[in-house]
């Protein structure tokens, strides 16, 4: 010990040597054994260059108290458990005995008292705390023990009571008097921090210059063993005073797993479940919102027998607007619509791919009950009273030949009983209709031949309107919007309304991309406090005409999300199979009232955002007011997403007119430019015969489509664009450019009267060579702004109305005149 390594060799230090033999010599052996390291320490060259000898002698003989303390510690816990496990018996020997486990603390020592008859002893070791009663014990990891000293629990006189909370059972230890109770629980809390550190403090308790709180915020691993909801499951993930708290996993034996957010003990956010199907090797999985334990929100359920659900929850069955779609090859179908407590009940459309059918109706547990429209494939279409999936009553057929039949008929559509059949030509069948076997269908009535032609009433009845009012239909949606305006916005529902668009943990997005839960993929960030802050912001004309565009395209936005779940049931309703002219006027009213009730929801986050900051409200305004903006403000923003569906049934409706314009059409193509204007009967003053520009061998009296070119290519532009708004301006554009060729042919400017209009648009619309024109008309019509009506947009409509109906009225005279002859 004379010599110590430094720069240039050894340097020897005999004041050290003799301080330090003097110092090691009072030392027992075992504890000279230990200061080892420190010597080690002691001889690093560092020593001599930081201060003066005195100094380093200093600082290692603190270190080495410290390790005698630890030492001595150590050796007081050993001879300590050594005398417990002599004392106990063999039973408890054997189950409690491990060689590394220390008793810190004993009741027969430090005396302290579990709850009423629950324990005679209560013993704390560096890993668990026991509680001995009889010939039994109770152990509890020390990892997952939190100690509350400010219980509310009432005690005896003269006792002070400790909580101490477990996952599975929270019991009291009671002392005396206040220091033996201030003891258990500093010695508790220190064995509890040092359990979750995995060392022990050095060189005595509660020296490390930690806190002596155990942090309530733990993750652990715990099997689950008492009766209760969690019985025989494995829990991995974050704790909170004794309970699942924060991300975690859930897996019991039987083959369950629950992976996501939980609550003080109860799944409580969103999560994904895995329950095995018992006859079969598949599994039910769960993506959705939990509350409170319960399923609840929105989510995805993808069931085991090739069947999905995607919508909303409640208590863990069904509830509110969702749909359920069957994949397999064997019973493929789809339905859309309301759910109550897990069964169809409500408003819904159900779609059998195998019959190609539709069902659009209302439903009782499941099955078809009260009025119900069903449209088939090849263009059948009838209404009846359905009762537990039967039809009840008579009904109204219409078939693809235009032919109505009003009375009782078969699920195979065969008639039965008393009956009115009304055919295409005008004729009436009206009596008793029977089916025998091999010899068809026979009836007993009267045939009325008297009407020349069906009346259109009959052929494009439109149905389902005084069975199902507009604002019946869909109510599931609106609710959902509803309950997350009334509840604030919070973000607590914030996920269970939007479904999975909020980002959660890194490691649960992994397990959904696992699951195949998919995600919106838009950077933007929507969190609804942002959005009650820009809703504000945006309450001028063009500045909200902006915020709601850029809102309702997105699906992360409330009203974007609305949006997305209209369209959806819309497309369920009037795509495909049901693309069919009686569905025309339930489909146009469901558009406005799409329209009314977004304006609706958004007036509900404005006033919530003003009520949050502590401004008024502005005051209600009347339903007319708000009529004509969700019509001007909503409607052309949200057309886009079901205009393709309800232009379809707009071209079905009028296809007849629609042919007789296009032949009309076809026959006045066939004119050339300065005959056509002589036939319309257009004044020769205004005709642009400048614009006629001959080339080589060619008559003025040929040429075709030169006159008018401008507006025609205007008003060809009426196809490209879905906005009522954009197509009346296209319109206007073709008048205005009807007018300006003709003051340019009489030089001056010249209004045109009603007179000399329509032949000139006339003209224009028969070179413009519009399909669907009439279907384009009625659309504008019907979903125009109300503030248009009586306006110049309006009167310009009507000319064009006017020169579309004058068109098909020629083509029919031509008809009418051609068979004349014929048939005399």
């Known amino acids: 010990m004379g010599g110590f390594p430094c720069k240039g060799g050894w340097r020897v230090n005999s004041h050290l040597d003799s301080e330090l033999l003097r110092f090691f010599c009072s030392c027992s052996p075992k504890s000279r054994c230990c200061a080892q390291p420190y010597l080690k320490c002691f001889s690093s060259p560092a020593f001599f260059y930081q201060g003066s000898e005195k100094d380093v002698v200093t600082s290692v003989i603190k270190e080495y108290v410290k390790l005698e303390s630890f030492i001595g510690q150590v050796l007081d816990e050993a001879c300590f458990t050594k005398s417990l496990w002599k004392s106990l018996g063999y039973k408890f020997t054997d189950m409690l005995c491990v060689p590394e486990r220390r008793l810190l603390e004993d009741s027969k020592n430090l005396p302290i008292s579990a709850s009423t008859n629950r324990s005679d002893r209560i013993l704390l070791f560096d890993d668990v705390l026991v509680l001995i009663q009889g010939n039994s014990f109770q152990s509890f990891d020390l990892k997952l023990v939190w100690l509350d000293e400010n219980c509310r629990e009432k005690s005896a006189p003269g006792l002070y009571v400790l909580r101490v909370i477990t996952p599975e059972e929270t019991f009291f230890l009671s002392a005396k008097d206040p220091q033996m109770k201030a003891v258990w629980q500093w010695k508790l809390n220190q064995a509890v921090r040092q359990a979750l550190n995995g060392k022990r403090d050095f060189p005595l308790w509660g020296k490390t210059g930690e806190g002596t709180e155990p942090p309530s915020c733990r993750f652990f691993t715990y099997l689950f063993r008492l009766e209760g909801k969690f019985k025989s499951a494995s829990y991995e993930g974050e704790w909170h005073w004794g309970k699942p708290h924060g991300k975690g996993t859930l897996k019991w034996r039987d083959g369950r797993n629950h992976v996501g957010d939980f609550k003080e003990g109860l799944e409580h956010g969103f999560g994904i479940c895995l329950v095995p199907r018992r006859s079969e090797d598949r599994y039910d999985c769960y993506k959705c919102h939990w509350y409170e334990g319960k399923m609840r929100g929105y989510g995805i359920c993808e069931y085991g027998n090739d069947m999905v659900y995607k919508g909303y929850f409640k208590d863990n069955v069904r509830q509110g607007f969702g749909i359920l779609e069957n994949l397999s090859a064997e019973h493929p179908f789809k339905y859309t619509g309301q759910w109550e407590n897990d069964k169809k009940n409500g408003y819904g459309v159900w779609e059998d791919k195998d019959r190609g059918e539709r069902y659009i109706g209302t439903w009782l547990d499941d099955h078809k009950h009260g009025q119900g429209i069903v ?294 193509s066939l004119f050339p430019d300065i005959k056509l204007l002589e036939f319309l009967d257009v004044q020769k003053h205004l005709w642009p015969l400048k614009d006629l520009t001959l080339t080589t061998n060619q008559r003025r009296s040929l040429i075709k489509d030169k006159c008018f070119l401008s507006a025609t290519e205007c008003l060809q532009k009426l196809i490209t664009t879905v906005d009522p708004r954009e197509k009346l301006v296209i319109l206007q554009k073709t008048y205005e450019e009807i007018e300006s060729t003709v003051s340019r042919v009489v030089e001056k400017d010249y209004k045109l009267p009603m007179d000399d209009l329509l032949p000139l648009l006339m003209y224009v619309v028969s070179r413009a060579k519009i399909q669907h024109l009439g279907a384009e008309i009625h659309l504008i019509r019907d979903l125009m702004d109300p503030t248009n009506q009586g306006g110049l947009y309006d009167f310009l409509l009507t000319a064009l109305e006017s020169c579309y109906e004058h068109i098909q009225r020629m083509r029919l005279h031509q008809r009418e005149t051609c068979q004349v002859p014929h048939s005399s």
């Open 375 to 668: 449209v088939t494939q090849s263009g059948v279409c009838y209404q009846r009273t359905f009762h537990a999936d039967k039809m009840v009553g008579s009904g109204i057929l219409l078939l693809e030949d235009d032919s109505v039949y009003e009375g009782n008929f078969t699920e195979d559509l065969t008639f039965v009983g008393k009956g009115k059949l009304s055919f295409a030509n005008g004729f009436i069948l009206e009596g008793t209709f029977t089916n025998k076997s091999g010899q068809g269908l026979q009836t007993h009535g009267i045939l009325n031949t008297s009407n020349e032609q069906l009346d259109d009433r009959i052929t494009k009845a439109q149905l389902g309107l005084e069975e199902f009012p507009v604002e019946k239909r869909w109510k599931g949606i609106y609710d959902q919007f509803l309950e997350f305006i009334h509840s604030g916005c919070k973000e607590e529902t914030e996920e269970s309304f939007m479904g999975f668009h909020i980002q959660t943990s890194k490691e649960l997005r992994k397990s959904q991309e696992y699951l195949f839960c998919q995600r919106g993929t838009e950077d933007v960030s929507w969190k609804i406090e942002d959005i009650l802050e820009e809703i504000v912001q945006h309450q001028g004309q063009e500045s909200l005409q902006n915020y709601l565009e850029k809102a309702l395209k997105s699906s992360l936005h409330p009203l974007g999300k609305l949006l997305k779940a209209l369209t959806i049931a819309f497309q369920a309703t009037y795509s495909g199979i049901g693309a069919n002219r009686h569905l025309l006027t339930m489909a146009q009213e469901e558009v406005k009232y799409y329209a009314k009730k977004i304006w609706e929801f958004y007036q509900g986050l404005l006033h919530l955002a003003l009520e949050q900051k502590g401004q008024l409200p502005a005051k209600c305004v009347d339903g007319d007011t708000s009529d004509q903006k969700a019509c001007g403000v909503v409607l052309p923003l949200i057309l886009p997403c079901f205009y393709p569906e309800l232009f379809m049934l707009y071209m079905l409706y009028h296809e007849r007119e629609d042919d007789l314009y296009c032949q009309g059409i076809v026959d006045l």
